[in-house]
């Protein structure tokens, strides 16, 4: 039987080792000054996340 999208919607956040290096990240970012490279940054990283969490669901519904 092949889950759907919903049930693995949120599988990354029961990764504790991911919750760690995100709350890190946002930490570091807490730190840069100029806010709009802060929001660029933040936003790009976001991207990226999503993107392999699109291509991760992708390998988990097969």
Request: charged share 40%.
């Amino acid at each position: 039987m092949k889950n759907t999208r919903e049930e693995n919607h949120n599988w990354k956040f029961e990764n504790k080792q991911y919750l760690n290096e995100l709350t890190r990240f946002m930490d570091l970012t807490e730190q840069i000054k100029d806010k709009e490279l802060k929001e660029k940054i933040i936003a790009q990283m976001l991207r990226c996340d999503m993107e392999l969490t699109k291509f991760a669901e992708e390998k988990i519904l097969k």
